[in-house]
């Protein structure tokens, strides 16, 4: 952490962050049923003997989830030990079936990582202390409140065996705003490795441990030593779901415990819960410790030997190596560059439209007017992802001038966002195919026969008479002419 970022106040906070992301296979982890969850399924259907944890049921290790265990480990430059193992943690809640979870403990897949990423203008490292694989457990429903306020709760299991990855950074966040850009980055991270899908209801959960200690204890470089770290209380705020929760809730978090703190009073080590209806935490219970989930070797599955995995597997073209080809190979700012890399889908979208065009009109019509009309609609290029070639169809429109930038812009693209149509129908229907040179001179002399004020303004030298000149050929055209071509055509009448 730069000097910059170091604490002035009287009090500072110190975050770690336990980020629980759903991996994209098609079945459970340690079972066969099916990940494929719909909006409208039947709760505790897509279940068996073993993500139940019924007597007698066995666990079989999913090697699809592994693999994306070891991609992520290679994308944050983890060290991958040759062999890894499974532990029972066991605790009881009502969505965890077997009152244990099959997690890793002392050999996870991934271990001593980092992750890049920029926050107010600065890039920085975080520490990934270790990246292992679990299970996931059921879902609840509160009925009739929230966690603390409901009348009952009911439990699905449909969820209960999806392949987790439990991400653990080291203590290094020392603001909420610090830890949403993580986030950000980690889930950009994860979509291009193919690994995780951001659209899943609860794919991606947040667990926060926040503590409060002098500022003065914190070093020109933000390290703050480990004995301080060690006798500061701390909280854990659960079961946030986004990256903007995580920011509200660890500000409020924050906040709640610097005023503690300056009251005198001790703060308390405890689990809390992020009630985002009300924009609070709240308390659930006090903190475990590590020896409370009595940890002990999963017997059920034998260690796991992944020494050459890290060799064999592949991980594509990452965000950040991304950027810096399309500045360099395609000369496009760093704005737009990180545009067009926001997703893999809209990079890979790019790419194709910058092999049949111009990559700086391939660039305007991505970055700016289609990301801008999906922006505006609050969708994302997922949700048009059926009709790319529909869009290429217009920047080709634009391209070979056969409509006007104006039109495709603000009639065409609208429109096909709004009513589902292709351009081409689109075109035909509103009457939107280019004017013709000779239609745009007549509609020029027109214009100019008309309007002979503004043509004696014009040649006084007012800027202004043009303008208006070019709207009143423009109306005559009905908006299919080139605004560039009629200011040609009206000064070449005019001078």
Same mark, same amino acid.
């Given at each position: 952490?730069s ?5 002035s106040?009287?009090l500072?906070?110190?975050i770690?962050l336990e980020v629980h992301?759903?991996l994209?296979t098609d079945?459970?982890i ?14 505790n259907t897509r ?5 139940l944890?019924l007597?007698g049921a066995l =666990?079989?290790?999913?090697?699809g ?7 992520v480990?290679?994308a944050i430059d983890a060290?991958i030990p040759?062999e ?8 009881y ?5 077997k009152?244990f ?8 897949v991934c271990?001593e ?7 107010a ?6 520490t990934?202390q270790?990246a ?6 059921g879902?609840?429903q ?7 306020t409901?009348?009952?709760? #009911? ?7 999806t /392949?987790?990855m439990e991400?653990?950074?080291a ?5 909420a705003?610090?830890?949403r ?6 889930e950009e991270v994860l979509e ?8 899943r209801?609860?794919?991606l959960?947040v667990?926060?441990?926040l ?7 914190v070093?020109?470089?933000?390290s703050? /030593? ?11 705020v ?7 929760g995580?920011?509200?809730?660890l500000?409020?978090e ?6 503690a703190?300056?009251?005198?009073r001790e703060?308390e080590?405890? %689990?809390r819960?992020?009630?985002e209806s009300?924009?609070i %935490?709240v308390?659930m219970?006090?903190?475990e410790?590590e ?9 059920d599955l034998p =260690? #796991?030997?992944v ?5 064999r597997l592949?991980?594509?073209e990452?965000p950040d190596?991304r950027?810096r080809?399309?500045?360099e190979?395609?000369g #496009?700012s760093?704005e737009?560059a990180s545009?067009?890399t ?6 890979d979208?790019?790419?194709?439209v910058a092999e049949?065009?111009?990559p700086e009109l391939a660039?305007?019509?991505v970055?700016?007017?289609? #990301?801008?009309?999906?922006?505006y ?7 048009v992802?059926?009709r ?6 217009l920047?080709e429109?634009?391209a ?5 930038t104006?039109n ?12 589902g149509d292709? /351009? ?5 229907r509103?009457?939107l195919?280019k004017t013709?040179e000779?239609?745009?001179?007549v509609?020029?002399?027109?214009a100019?026969e008309?309007?002979p ?9 007012e800027?202004?008479a043009?303008?208006f000149l ?6 005559k ?8 071509t009629?200011n040609e055509?009206?000064?070449?009448e005019?001078d």
């Open positions: 952490m000097a910059g970022t170091a604490e106040r009287e500072a906070a110190v770690g992301v759903q994209e079945t459970k340690f079972c066969g049923c099916s990940t494929d969850a719909s909006e409208d399924e039947e709760p279940t068996c003997p073993t993500c944890g007597p =666990p079989v290790l999913n090697e989830a592994v693999e994306a265990a070891v991609k480990g290679k060290d040759d890894t193992r499974f532990h029972r943690k066991n605790y809640y009502p969505d965890l079936p009152n979870q099959i997690t890793q403990y002392d050999a996870p271990q990582g980092e992750l890049e990423f920029s926050t203008g600065e890039s920085r490292a975080v990934i270790r292992h694989l679990e299970e996931d457990p879902s609840l509160h009925v009739g409140g929230g966690i603390d409901a009348d009952y709760t #009911l439990v699905n299991y449909n969820r209960a065996g /392949p987790l991400i653990v950074t203590p290094e966040f020392r603001g705003g610090e830890v850009a993580f986030l950000s980055k980690l291009y490795l193919g690994v995780f899908d951001s659209t209801d609860g794919s959960r667990d926060a441990n503590s409060i200690v002098p500022s003065g204890e070093a020109d470089d933000g703050i /030593p480990d004995d301080v770290l060690e006798s500061a209380n701390r909280t854990e659960k079961n946030i779901s986004s990256h903007k995580a920011e509200k809730a500000a409020y924050e906040t709640r415990q610097k005023n703190v300056r009251r005198g703060v080590q405890e %689990t819960h992020w009630d009300r924009g %935490t308390s219970r006090s903190k410790e020896k409370d989930y009595r940890y002990f070797r999963e017997a =260690p #796991l030997r020494s050459d995995w890290k060799q592949a991980i594509p990452l190596a950027r080809r399309f500045r190979e395609y #496009l760093a737009a545009k067009l926001s997703t893999k889908q809209v990079a979208f790019f790419e194709d049949r065009f111009d660039a305007t019509w970055a700016d007017n289609l #990301l801008g009309e999906l922006n609609r609050d969708m994302e290029i997922t949700d992802s059926g790319l070639d529909e869009f290429t169809r920047v429109l634009v070979n001038d056969e409509i006007t104006k495709a812009e603000e009639v065409v693209l609208r429109e096909m966002l709004d009513s292709d /351009p081409d129908a689109i075109v035909e509103e009457g195919g013709g000779d239609e745009v001179l509609a020029v002399r027109e100019i008309e309007n004020d503004a043509v004696e303004d014009y040649h006084a030298g800027d202004g043009i303008n070019v709207g009143q050929v423009m109306g055209t009905g908006g299919s002419a080139d605004p560039g009629v055509k009206l000064r070449a005019l």
